[in-house]
């Protein structure tokens, strides 16, 4: 009986070595599919840092980056587990001396196509919220400047004179019940002078009560205590209500969260008084 010739025959050593440069090939991928994933999952973690840092509105959740990093860094590992169990078959056919059906790179052009997908889905993602931002920092114009990273001052616009501005001002403090120290008018008092400064007041107020729990926590605190709000007007005739950050006297000198409270009064009233 005659015996094939490719009975028995054991595959090159040449089959074997393109084996494992094939699985080297796919570890790589699958490595690089995890570690581009670990990048996209962070990248919302920096929009949001990057948002803190400007200053802007509080950011929104980008859980979106998140979930695209997670899918491909299981995709790696299954490339990993796939290549793994892909190498131990094709060296046991060799061993047999099967010869490998010849067929087209099914998993290769599958993640071909799913990497594709998802490079267009954060292109997507990236458009939109680049849009929304722009959008989001257009709207922050309208409804008050962006806190001057320096010196924690915020600029709120009014939409009345200076004068009608702070007569709004006295009579929230007066229903709120906060007692006005003092009312500067630096403008007057320029004009005495003899020199000219647009309509330009500064309004002392507070209430012992919500102030000495500040001081209490932080002495120093006291130089920027009593709250105090400017009402001013520019060189382009528009009224302006100016104060100090709540959240950078906070940071300026260590308060603790609960007594944020007592002073984040001037936000709302700054706000009031200029609609």
């Known amino acids: 009986m005659d015996i094939p010739a490719q009975a028995g025959k054991k595959a090159?050593?040449?089959?074997?070595?393109?084996a494992e440069r094939t699985l080297l090939a796919w570890i790589r991928t699958g490595l690089a599919l995890m570690g581009f994933g670990?990048?996209?999952?962070?990248?919302?973690?920096?929009?949001q840092e990057l948002q803190v840092a400007r200053h802007t509105l509080p950011p929104p959740s980008y859980?979106?980056?998140?979930?695209?990093?997670?899918?491909?860094?299981?995709?790696?590992?299954m490339v990993n587990v796939f290549a793994g169990w892909h190498h131990l078959r094709l060296v046991r056919e060799l061993d047999r001396g099967d010869t490998a059906p010849s067929h087209p790179s099914t998993p290769a052009v599958a993640?071909?196509?799913?990497l594709a997908l998802i490079g267009l889905a954060m292109a997507s993602?990236?458009?939109?919220?680049?849009?929304?931002?722009?959008?989001?920092?257009?709207g922050s114009k309208e409804v008050s400047m962006p806190l001057h990273r320096d010196n924690g001052i915020v600029d709120v616009p009014s939409n009345h004179s200076v004068d009608q501005t702070v007569d709004r001002l006295?009579?929230?403090?007066?229903a709120?019940?906060?007692t006005l120290f003092a009312l500067i008018d630096h403008s007057g008092e320029a004009e005495k002078a003899g020199m000219k400064l647009p309509p330009t007041k500064l309004l002392i107020f507070g209430n012992p009560k919500?102030?000495?729990p500040v001081m209490l926590a932080a002495p120093t605190s006291a130089i920027d205590l009593p709250l105090k709000l400017l009402i001013r007007e520019d060189a382009q005739g528009k009224v302006w209500i100016t104060y100090n950050s709540p959240e950078y006297l906070k940071q300026r000198y260590d308060l603790p969260q609960e007594v944020l409270q007592n002073i984040a009064v001037v936000e709302l009233l700054a706000t009031k008084a200029g609609e």
């Open 210 to 212: 919500a102030g000495t």
């Open 125 to 138: 993602y990236l458009v939109l919220f680049q849009r929304s931002t722009q959008a989001q920092l257009e």
């Open 111 to 114: 993640i071909a196509f799913f």
């Open 12 to 18: 090159a050593l040449s089959d074997y070595l393109a």
């Open 170 to 174: 006295k009579q929230l403090l007066e």
């Open 176 to 178: 709120k019940g906060v």
């Open 38 to 47: 670990f990048v996209v999952a962070r990248f919302g973690l920096f929009l």
């Open 63 to 77: 859980g979106v980056s998140h979930w695209f990093g997670t899918a491909l860094i299981a995709v790696g590992v």
